[in-house]
C-alpha cells in the first residue's frame, strides 16, 4: 500500500498552461506538505496544511494554489505556468504539526517540464 | 536564517567500503538534524534523526549519523556499503521550537552516491 501518492509522475506542458498535481495519503496524518526541488537539488517547503487548514504559505508566486478538500489530500495547483516552474514537487504528510520533527513520509515525486 | 551544506555532490564508493557523507548546518541554536535517502524514481526515506541527547543516532539499512556540535556537522556513516545503497542522499534541519506550532525542514543540495561493484 503506497502511504504517500502523487499523481502524475510526469507532466509535461506548455508555457501558459494550468496544470494540477493530486496527493493523497492514506496514513490517517493530519498535516500535509508540497515541496519543491529546483534543478539545483534544493528542496525547499511551499505549503503545509494542518487539518484542511493553511499553517505555512512559503513565498511562493500566488498562481499557485494549494487546494485540501480533506485532510487526506492537498492539491496543487499552478496557473499560467512559467519556464522558472519546472522542477519536481514533492508531497509529504505528518503525524502532527506540533511536535518538531516528526517524522515526514514522502510521494514519489511529480517531475513538471515546461516548454 | 538556517541553511545546510553537503559540500561532496557525488561520491563513488566500492561495494563493501566504508562510507561517510558530510553535512553541515548554520543555525543559532541545535537545530533537530535528518538524513533522508531518495532512491531512483522513489520519494525521500528517512534514514535517522537526531534531536537530542546521545550524539551517534542508529539509522535504519545500517547506517549511523553523529553529531558534532562544535564543528556544526552531522555526518552520514556506514561501516560497509552494499549496491543497493546507490541513491542520493539529502541532510536537513528543522528549528528546535515550533514557534508557529509547525516546523518545516531546510534541505541540503544532496550527495548523489554511486556503488562499484
Known amino acids: 500500500d503506497t502511504a504517500v501518492s502523487q499523481t502524475p509522475k510526469y507532466l509535461v506542458t506548455q508555457m501558459g498552461n494550468d496544470k494540477s498535481i493530486k496527493c493523497e495519503q492514506n496514513?490517517?496524518?493530519?498535516?500535509m506538505y508540497w515541496y519543491k526541488q529546483d534543478s539545483k537539488k534544493f528542496l525547499k517547503i511551499m505549503f503545509s496544511y494542518n487539518n484542511k487548514e493553511l499553517i505555512i504559505n512559503e513565498t511562493v508566486p500566488n498562481r499557485f494554489s494549494p487546494k485540501s478538500p480533506d485532510k487526506a489530500h492537498l492539491n496543487l495547483h499552478i496557473n499560467s505556468l512559467e519556464l522558472g516552474d519546472s522542477a519536481v514537487y514533492f508531497c509529504?504528510?505528518?503525524?502532527?504539526?506540533?511536535?518538531?520533527?516528526?517524522?515526514?513520509?514522502f510521494g514519489s515525486g511529480t517531475q513538471l517540464s515546461v516548454l | 536564517a538556517q541553511s545546510v551544506t553537503q559540500p561532496d555532490i557525488h561520491i563513488t564508493v566500492s561495494e563493501g567500503a566504508s562510507l561517510e557523507l558530510r553535512c553541515n548546518y548554520s543555525?543559532?541554536?541545535?537545530?533537530?538534524l535528518f538524513w533522508y535517502v531518495q532512491s531512483p524514481g522513489q520519494g525521500l526515506q528517512l534514514l535517522l534523526k537526531y534531536f537530542s541527547g546521545d550524539t551517534l543516532v542508529q539509522g535504519i539499512k545500517g547506517f549511523e549519523a553523529e553529531f558534532k556540535r562544535s564543528q556544526s556537522s552531522f555526518n552520514l556513516r556506514k561501516p560497509s556499503v552494499h549496491w543497493s545503497d546507490a541513491a542520493e542522499y539529502f541532510c536537513a534541519v528543522a528549528p528546535p521550537v515550533s514557534g508557529a506550532g509547525s516546523y518545516q525542514l531546510t534541505f541540503g543540495k544532496g550527495t548523489k552516491l554511486s556503488v562499484i561493484p
Open positions: 543555525y543559532g541554536a541545535t537545530p533537530y
Open positions: 509529504a504528510s505528518s503525524q502532527d504539526r506540533a511536535r518538531p520533527g516528526e517524522k515526514l513520509f
Open positions: 496514513l490517517g496524518h493530519d498535516t
